[in-house]
């Protein structure tokens, strides 16, 4: 029951009806960056509740994994004489990390053995995300440029730090919305398949008080 409850947490944002680049007899087939965003809600959760297992969980899931940090620009920074930024620090989550938070929530009461087994296991071979880090001030917004493959299912999320609310709108080359997530959360994940090879539009908005730096991920 916890760990369904946990995966509940995941933020899906409604797929729009205007968006006229989509393959609609596409099925979905969620992958890495669905994933990855559950396996960060169930850490954080396993922290949060002191709960050994629900964060071993969130380990395996992460061993499934591999992610890799890819610098990209803004919108903004690709026109001429752009201001120079520092990059903001990206710091994924590990499957070691994770596991060493769960040998200390568990201290060899329960789950030692098990926490040890999930060490040792290799997994299956792990599914590849692209990750991005930006930080957003409080009431600005920031547009991604991003390429998909037509045909294929594509996933792209944010990923805040939960000191603000984030909102995401993703719009296919001609203006349509995909996706829009306006909620009060700063995660959200949109998924697709575009009918022909483009270009989507990834607009990130803080609509919170502070400044919030958020992880862009996509398959």
């Known amino acids: 029951m916890r760990l369904t409850l946990a995966l509940l947490l995941l933020t899906t944002p409604a797929l729009a009806q205007d968006a ?8 979905a087939e969620p992958g890495a960056v669905a994933l990855y965003l559950q396996a960060s809600q169930l850490y954080a959760l396993g922290k949060q509740a002191k709960d050994p297992l629900v964060v071993v969980t969130a380990a395996r ?12 620009l803004t919108d903004t920074a690709r026109l001429p004489d752009p201001v120079p930024a520092a990059p903001t620090p990206l710091t994924p989550l590990d499957a070691s990390t994770l ?16 926490i040890e087994r999930v060490s040792r296991d290799l997994g299956a071979k ?3 995300l692209t990750a991005t880090a930006s930080t957003l001030p409080p009431g600005k917004a920031e547009t991604w440029t991003l390429n998909f493959y037509g045909g ?11 000191r ?3 909102d995401l709108t993703v719009r296919d080359a001609t203006g349509g919305v995909i996706c ?14 575009l009918r022909d090879n483009g270009a989507v539009k990834v607009t990130v908005t803080n609509a919170g008080d502070a400044p919030d730096t958020y992880t862009l991920l996509t398959n």
């Open 126 to 128: 792990p599914k590849a």
């Open 164 to 166: 603000s609310n984030l």
């Open 20 to 27: 006229t680049a989509l393959d609609p007899t596409a099925q």
């Open 99 to 114: 596991l060493a938070t769960a040998r200390a929530l568990d201290a060899g009461a329960n789950y030692a053995d098990l």
């Open 152 to 162: 294929s299912y594509a996933e792209l999320a944010i990923l805040g730090d939960g």
């Open 180 to 193: 829009v997530d306006n909620g009060s959360a700063d995660t959200a994940i949109c998924g697709f398949t």
């Open 61 to 72: 899931l992460i061993r499934s994994l591999t992610l890799t940090d890819t610098a990209r």
